[in-house]
């Protein structure tokens, strides 16, 4: 079991910047791809970005491209997504989590229902 627990979130002007983390706990992240994704109210949630979790690969939504990066640290059980230049249309409650996928060191998912386990989310709003 794992239990991911979400932080950084909070108001930014447009063009800003802001790191939001995820912490696990139970166990080691090794052998989890992690990924963010993000929802706003009668919207489904949307993928942003995945990492394998050897942390050799990444893939990133369009709309983040060029502007969000993430990043993991399996020593610390971290998972980071720092965003840049955000636009009030980032504005969302951010979500990370973890699919087990031992075997592939590089592989990465960008589906949601794919993943094992959620973060209870963290709230980022950018104001124009």
């Known amino acids: 079991q794992v239990q991911l627990v979400e932080s950084g979130g909070g108001l930014v002007q447009a063009g800003g910047s802001l790191r939001v983390s995820c912490v696990a706990s139970g166990r080691t992240l090794s052998g989890y791809v992690m990924g963010w994704f993000r929802q706003v109210p009668g919207k489904e949630r949307e993928f942003v970005a995945t990492?394998?979790?050897?942390?050799?690969?990444?893939y990133y939504a369009d709309s983040v491209k060029g502007r969000f990066t993430i990043s993991r640290d399996n020593a610390k059980s971290t998972v980071s997504l720092q965003m840049n230049s955000l636009k009030p249309e980032d504005t969302a409650v951010y979500y990370c989590?973890?699919?087990?996928?031992?075997?592939?060191?590089?592989?990465?998912?960008?589906?949601?229902?794919?993943?094992?386990?959620w973060g209870q989310g963290t709230q980022v709003t950018v104001s124009s």
């Open positions: 989590a973890a699919d087990w996928k031992p075997f592939n060191s590089v592989e990465v998912t960008s589906t949601a229902y794919e993943y094992d386990y």
């Open positions: 990492i394998s979790w050897s942390g050799g690969s990444t």
